[in-house]
């Protein structure tokens, strides 16, 4: 992140790992392998993750949080 309000969020987020990780898993685990298949399910799960790691990381005098979620692979097994 290079937005100079934020030069914290690297600190936040390291700080809050183990629950943007079970964030991440729940939201994962709560659909079929045939609905992780669609693309709409991928874009779903991106803004539910956006807006569930928001409400960890704002506050405290931060108001840039998680702009974008990237998945670089999306492997289903």
Known sequence: RSE????????????????????????????TYTDLQKPITKEYIRRMLQKKFNGVLEGDGFSTPVGKIVFSKWIIQ
């Open 4 to 31: 100079p309000k934020d030069t914290k969020f690297k600190e936040r987020a390291g700080k809050n790992t183990k629950r943007l990780q079970e964030i991440a898993t729940r939201e994962l685990e709560g659909h």
